[in-house]
């Protein structure tokens, strides 16, 4: 798929950063000269430098303008999600490209490790995420995505549509909207269809990561599994204390 012209942007931008043309400190140009420089809209600029800032790279400040506040990495995407809009943020700048879709029954084994019912049967749609700023993209993790069969048309949608979450789509099919996602992380091996796409050694070290998917009414409509190699995933998390009395 075409990559959109404000991906393109910012990985320009990203490029620029990592060489050391704008280095940590500077200011980025203007909108303005960035839009006339790469010949796109102020807008398409503005959505560029948006991924620059959730990747941490740049900061904004009205009446300042965008500076730089961390080099750009070249070791490896690190994903850094902690709410349901940094999912839908991730889908947005990383696509998706559909490896296999299928209908699958769970046995004794998967069940456990998904924490679902044996025997119960989910549309299985296997895909691999690639971050669009490399160039070429690369690889970040695979994932598969066990969906209620009663959404088993959405997989058409799921092709369509590589940079919307299937969540999305499904809130935009069925009206299921998701209230609450779930995550575990754990270390495991690399199994060997995700070693294959990522570039790593079947058996490596990698981190596993299953969400649960729940709808307003608490049911679980969707459970995904992903991998991801070793270093190529940064969970950030932050915790408030709300009780209004001293820590002991």
Same mark, same amino acid.
């Given at each position: ?13 990203? @490029?620029?950063?990592?060489?050391? +043309? ?13 839009? $006339? /420089? ?7 600029? +503005?959505?560029? #430098? ?8 740049? *900061? ?5 303008? *965008? ?8 070791? @490896?995407?690190?994903? $850094? ?7 839908? $943020?991730? @889908? ?7 490896? +296999? ?8 084994? !998967? ?13 299985? #749609?296997?895909? $691999? ?18 969906? %209620?069969?009663? /959404?088993?048309? #959405? ?8 940079? !919307? ?6 809130? +935009?099919?069925? @009206?299921?909207? !998701?209230? *609450? ?33 729940? %709808? ?7 459970? *995904?599994?992903t991998y991801h190699a070793s270093e190529r995933y940064k969970l950030r998390s932050t915790l408030r204390h709300t009780v209004n009395e001293p820590l002991s």
């Amino acid at each position: 798929m075409a990559e959109a012209r404000y991906q393109r942007v910012a990985r320009a931008l990203i @490029g620029a950063i990592r060489d050391g +043309r704008y280095p940590v400190g500077s200011l980025l140009p203007a909108e303005v000269a960035l839009a $006339q /420089h790469h010949g796109v809209s102020r807008q398409t600029v +503005r959505k560029a #430098i948006e991924q620059l800032h959730q990747q941490h790279l740049v *900061t904004r400040r009205a009446g300042i303008g *965008t500076r730089v506040q961390a080099p750009a990495q070249s070791s @490896g995407y690190r994903q $850094q999600l902690s709410s349901i809009d940094d999912l839908v $943020q991730f @889908g947005e700048t990383h696509l998706r490209r559909v490896e +296999r879709i299928d209908s699958q029954v769970i046995d004794i084994a !998967t069940a456990e490790e998904l924490d679902c019912l044996p025997g119960s049967r989910w549309l299985c #749609i296997a895909t $691999q995420r690639l971050d669009m700023s490399e160039q070429p993209p690369q690889p970040v993790c695979w994932t598969d995505n066990f969906i %209620d069969p009663a /959404h088993s048309d #959405i997989g058409e949608q799921v092709r369509r549509e590589p940079d !919307t979450l299937i969540c999305v789509l499904i809130e +935009r099919s069925y @009206g299921r909207r !998701t209230l *609450t996602v779930n995550q575990n992380a754990s270390a495991t091996e690399m199994p060997v269809d995700a070693a294959a796409i990522l570039g790593v050694p079947a058996g490596s070290p990698c981190l596993r990561v299953i969400r649960h998917y729940l %709808d307003e009414l608490d049911d679980v409509f969707m459970i *995904t599994r992903t991998y991801h190699a070793s270093e190529r995933y940064k969970l950030r998390s932050t915790l408030r204390h709300t009780v209004n009395e001293p820590l002991s």
